[in-house]
């Protein structure tokens, strides 16, 4: 769980960094610029985690070493992301 929050925290902080100057601060993002933002993209910390999400609703997984393929969706303009543990959604 805790790499999730991690997760979170920097996907609440990347998009909003990269989109907008530094004067207009952190934007929540809608739903269709969560979908925009992941597809077929890849997010890691380079050494412990990656994710890989995929435009059919899925993402790839490694955490530990160990690869896992899970589902990812966008309800209510959240990114909701369900694993064996159950769903979580995040504000992006």
Not at 13 to 36: H, M, V, Y
Request: with cysteine.
């Amino acid at each position: 769980m805790h790499t999730r929050a991690l997760l979170a925290t920097v996907l609440l902080i990347s998009p909003a960094l990269a989109a907008s100057p530094e004067s207009e601060g952190f934007k929540k993002l809608t739903g269709n610029q969560i979908q925009r933002a992941l597809n077929g993209k890849q997010f890691s910390d380079g050494v412990h985690f990656s994710y890989r999400f995929a435009a059919g609703g899925t993402f790839q997984s490694t955490r530990m070493g160990k690869t896992t393929t899970d589902k990812w969706a966008v309800s209510k303009d959240k990114l909701c992301m369900t694993d064996r543990f159950g769903e979580n959604c995040y504000d992006v």
